[in-house]
C-alpha cells in the first residue's frame, strides 16, 4: 500500500512563495492536483517516475515547478509568485504506472494523500 503525505501549505500573501512536499515511497508518477472551495478537484503538474519529464497546467507553467527526490522518496512543488487564485487544498496523487498522455485526469491516479491547504490573501 502506497501512503502519501503532504506538508507545506500556509498563507501567505501574493507574490510570495511556497514548496510543498509530499512524502512517497516506490517508483511512481506522481501529481499535483488542488482543489479550491466550490470547484472541481484540477491538474496543476505531473512528473514521471524518473523525474524526467514535466506537465504543468497553464495556470501555474512558468510559477510553479515540480521535481522529486527519489533516493529520499520526496516530491515537491515550488510555487512562486502566488496569487490568490491559486488558494485551494493541494493533494499529491500516485500511479504506478508510467505518466500517460491522460496525465491530467484525476482518475488515472490510485493513491492520494490527505491534502495541505495553501491560502493566498491579496
Known amino acids: 500500500q502506497v501512503q502519501l503525505v503532504e506538508s507545506g501549505g500556509g498563507l501567505v500573501q501574493a507574490g510570495d512563495s511556497l514548496r510543498l512536499s509530499c512524502a512517497a515511497s516506490?517508483?511512481?508518477?506522481m501529481v499535483w492536483f488542488r482543489q479550491a472551495p466550490g470547484k472541481e478537484r484540477e491538474f496543476v503538474a505531473a512528473?514521471?517516475?524518473?523525474?524526467?519529464?514535466?506537465y504543468y497546467a497553464d495556470s501555474v507553467k512558468d510559477r510553479f515547478t515540480m521535481s522529486r527526490d527519489n533516493a529520499k522518496n520526496w516530491v515537491y512543488l515550488q510555487m512562486n509568485g502566488l496569487k490568490p487564485e491559486d488558494t485551494a487544498i493541494y493533494f499529491c496523487a500516485a500511479r504506478r504506472e508510467p505518466l500517460g498522455s491522460t496525465y491530467h485526469d484525476r482518475a488515472q491516479y490510485d493513491y492520494w494523500g490527505q491534502g495541505t491547504k495553501v491560502t493566498v490573501s491579496s
Open positions: 516506490g517508483r511512481l508518477a
Open positions: 512528473i514521471s517516475r524518473g523525474g524526467a519529464t514535466t
